[in-house]
Every structure is written in C-alpha cells, then in structure tokens.
C-alpha cells in the first residue's frame, strides 16, 4: 500500500532472499521478481533491499509516505536508467531514445563534451549522455526527489562495510594460502544465482579460458546439461 513500483531486471538469488524474508511458499511472490522486490522493500527497507539483492535491475520507487521519488540501479548499470528535470518535471526511461519522443523535450542538441569524451574513450560516462541535458543514473547509485524541491539527493549504496573484495579481508586470506579456496567459493556462488532462472541456461563459448571455466562450473552445479554454443565464421581469416 505504501510503494508503488516500476522495476526492469532480474533477480538471481531470488531463493536466498525469499528465505530472508520468509515467504518462500508463497508461490505468487516468489515466481515474481518485481513483487519480490517490493515485499522486500516493504519488510525491510529500500536500502536493505538493495544490499541484499545479487541481480541486473534498474526502477523507479514512489514512497507514499515519504512523498519521495526514488531512481534506482545496479552497481554495474547493467539496466540503465535515463533521467532529465526540466521546466518541474522529471522524467526517466530505460532507453535514451525514448526522449525523442517526449513533447515538452523539444530541440535535443549534443552535449559537445559527451561527444568529445566519446572519441576519446570509446563510450561516454554516467552521468553524461549523448545529449545535452538528460543523464544517466551512475552505477550503484540512488537518486532521492522529494516533492516539491528541485535538487535531488544522490545516495551511493555500492560501497558496503562487508565488501569482500576489502585489502584486509583479502590480506588474510592470502596469509592463511587459502586464495585459492576462496577465488573458486565466489566463482561457485557467483554462477549458481546466474542459474536459478525460469528458462534454460547456456553458455556461449568463445574458445578461451573465462568460457570454459564457466561452462565446468555451471555443469558441476546444474542438475541438467549447460548447453553450449559457439559461432563459426567461413571465412579462413577467422
């Protein structure tokens, strides 16, 4: 009652998560990962939320209570989120071309520095985008608009006091000689939440040691065969 959500991505560790929040038998939430995220924001808070979830995800929250708008990513923007305040009005996509279509948006010019960022470095970093005016939601970041103000609140949720990968966490490790151990622990981990999925998984093998290794593990892990591909090319110059 109090949240009302507009959520694009998946969740991995949809089991683990459902666990936490005790409603593993409830089929209804569980099969959906936009009501599993919104039972978990309403037990127990947005920020939890997003330090527990493992997924790509990008959504908009609006807290009833709070009258506050929040935008939120993953910590790598895998689903991104376009945003642009203008004339008291904000708007958000998942696409950026979505504002092309926008009536009160009118004359869309190219942001000079965008572009030249772009010939630089191949790609153009959030917050910038293309055009001139609209930004792209950084990566493990939250963006807070509360109603009636103009400026909004950036909250970085990505940094966690628990990081794993900290020097002194990884500086024990080495010392006990257990890296090894500990290296093929997150790999394991990190690819049984790829496998919890409602459809088949795969694994596209590009010939090189990342691929395979995936491919051993999810084999390992998985009770049914991983398939495989690989692309081919008739060309003798590949």
Not at 1 to 20: C, D, M, P, Q, S
Not at 107 to 119: A, E, H, I, Q, T
């Amino acid at each position: 009652e109090r949240y009302v959500i507009v959520y694009n991505g998946e969740i991995y560790n949809k089991k683990i998560l459902a666990e936490r929040l005790n409603i593993l038998n409830d089929s209804n939430i569980f099969k959906s990962d936009t009501r599993l995220l919104l039972e978990a924001i309403s037990q127990k808070g947005l920020f939890w939320s997003l330090d527990n979830i493992v997924g790509m995800f990008s959504f908009s929250l609006w807290d009833k209570k709070e009258k506050s708008l929040y935008l939120c990513v993953d910590r790598y923007s895998e689903k991104p989120l376009y945003y642009s305040f203008r004339n008291n009005s904000l708007f958000f996509a998942s696409e950026l071309n979505i504002f092309e279509n926008i009536n009160w948006i009118n004359n869309l010019k190219v942001d000079k520095n965008s572009r030249d960022l772009y010939f630089l470095l191949g790609y153009i970093p959030a917050p910038l985008t293309i055009w001139k005016g609209i930004n792209k939601l950084i990566p493990g970041r939250v963006l807070k608009f509360v109603e009636n103000t103009n400026k909004p609140i950036e909250i970085n949720y990505s940094i966690s006091k628990k990081n794993l990968y900290e020097k002194d966490f990884l500086k024990s490790h080495i010392k006990e000689g257990n890296l090894k151990n500990f290296v093929s622990e997150i790999l394991e981990n990190t690819i049984e939440r790829y496998l919890i999925s409602d459809v088949e998984s795969g694994v596209l093998l590009s010939g090189g040691t990342d691929s395979s290794l995936i491919t051993a593990i999810a084999s390992k892990l998985s009770k049914n065969r991983i398939k495989t591909f690989s692309i081919g090319f008739p060309s003798k110059r590949y």
